[in-house]
């Protein structure tokens, strides 16, 4: 039997049906679609150096599991879901065992790199809201890394962490309340002396 040529251009659902058939190197293809992205969810829901382990796992997971899979629905979500359950599960060993790290916002996530004169202000600012975020409660972090370090819609992550858009809303609104909270007076003496010096 010849094997179906696999291409860019072949739909996420024709694949995963495919790799249910047996065909292993239609699956290889979605692995191959979706593994940056994979990585980049894991590392910054906070899987740190056991990044790769985790989405290892979770594509092992995936694929034992494509047979509950609804075709009709898209597959990176229903994929992202399972890299975050795996993390969560990650998370909750390492919290038990040791730090959990987070990403410096934008560390791993994106190749800008600030000017040097600039590096010393933005890395002390990542670190804050590095802290702030950590600080949360996990159910709101989640949804802010999600959105902001991701820059997931609120529908995708809705459906990444397998909540309503509603909740994706309400404990945002309260995530950045606690944020604002809790950078507000650790940027107001800077705000203040960079005032003083204009004066």
């Known amino acids: 039997m010849t094997r179906p040529v696999v ?6 659902s024709a694949l995963v049906e495919a790799a249910r058939s047996g065909d292993v190197a239609s699956y ?18 906070g899987a740190g ?3 790769a382990d ?29 890299v975050v359950n795996e993390t969560r599960n990650r998370w909750r060993w390492m919290s038990r065992h040791r730090t959990v790290p987070l990403p410096l916002v934008g560390d791993d996530l994106t ?4 000017a040097p004169e600039q590096v010393a202000e933005e890395r002390e600012t990542s670190r804050l809201l590095r802290d702030a ?43 950045l309340a606690a ?3 809790t950078l507000r007076p650790t940027m107001a003496p ?9 004066g």
Do not use: N
């Open 7 to 12: 291409t860019a251009a072949v739909t996420d």
């Open 49 to 51: 150096d056991d990044t």
């Open 133 to 175: 975020v950590v600080a949360l409660p996990p159910h709101q972090r989640e949804v802010v890394v999600c959105r902001y370090l991701l820059d997931f819609s609120e529908r995708e992550t809705a459906q990444v962490l397998g909540i309503a858009t509603g909740t994706v809303k309400s404990r945002l609104s309260r995530a």
């Open 111 to 114: 190749a800008a790199v600030p």
């Open 28 to 45: 290889g293809l979605l692995v191959e679609r979706y593994q940056s992205i994979a990585h980049r969810t894991a590392f910054a829901m």
């Open 190 to 198: 800077a705000a203040m002396d960079a005032e003083g010096r204009r």
């Open 179 to 181: 944020l604002q909270a």
């Open 54 to 82: 985790v989405v290892q796992e979770a594509f092992v997971k995936v694929y034992l599991a494509l047979d509950r899979f609804q075709v009709t629905q898209p597959f990176r979500p229903w994929l992202l879901r399972i």
